[in-house]
């Protein structure tokens, strides 16, 4: 089945050692998102690719890098997080930003 | 960029009842409005959408209305029954291929 993945699903950090996390789609969508979602807050948009363009968002922090080596592929750096970065990581998917998004189940991040 | 306001943020309905839930948005180009169903600790799950070109959209027990001259749009839910108990999403979208979302509708279906 065509899909969206995340891994880990669950990953737990410490504070300030960096952490990476990935997405990858079998979708062949063009666009794809990093979304950071807190405990009963809306998902917020950090940055998207559509295609190899990168676009991030004004208030997504210095600390988060996205990396998208090829279609298929799309990863979320955080270089030193911090315990406000205790959040779900949702990674998204699009067929030219046509606005349907196909979510990925999500990586619970926690920071020690 | 692109503001929803989402209303309520919680809602207690009998089951059987009917729920609503409406947002506002910002942008006059945003043509594309989804609602999404989240239950706790799950991604999003898209319920059902509506484009700009059409007024009201339904599929079974539920439907989304669209007002585009007083930039509204709501989500009708009929019938709850209580696997309907989840945290509501409503989202916007237009040219610049991004999705803002409202701050989410906390429904509990009291059986």
């Known amino acids: 089945d065509a899909m969206v993945i995340q891994n880990p699903r669950y990953q737990v950090t410490q504070f300030g050692k960096p952490v990476t996390l990935s997405c990858s789609q079998t979708l062949n969508h063009n666009v794809m998102y990093w979304y950071q979602q807190k405990s009963s807050q809306a998902p917020k948009l950090l940055f998207h690719y559509y295609d190899k363009d990168f676009n991030n968002e004004a208030d997504t922090p210095d600390n988060f890098q996205s990396r998208r080596p090829n279609t298929s592929f799309c990863f979320l750096d955080i270089r030193s997080p911090g315990l406000g970065d205790a959040a779900m990581y949702l990674c998204a998917t699009s067929r030219g930003g046509g606005g349907l998004l196909f979510f990925g189940p999500g990586t619970r991040l926690t920071v020690l | 960029g692109e503001n929803v306001e989402q209303h309520p943020s919680t809602l207690s309905v009998q089951e059987g009842d009917s729920a609503v839930i409406k947002c506002t948005y910002s942008?006059?180009?945003?043509?594309?409005f989804p609602w999404y169903k989240q239950e706790l600790g799950k991604r999003p799950q898209l319920i059902i959408d509506i484009r700009s070109n059409v007024g009201e959209k339904k599929d079974q027990r539920i439907a989304v209305t669209l007002n585009k001259t007083a930039k509204h749009f709501s989500l009708h839910i009929t019938e709850t029954q209580p696997e309907d108990s989840a945290v509501y999403f409503c989202a916007a979208s237009g040219p610049d291929y991004k999705l803002s979302f409202g701050a989410g509708t906390t429904v509990t279906v009291r059986a």
């Open positions: 942008d006059s180009a945003s043509n594309y």
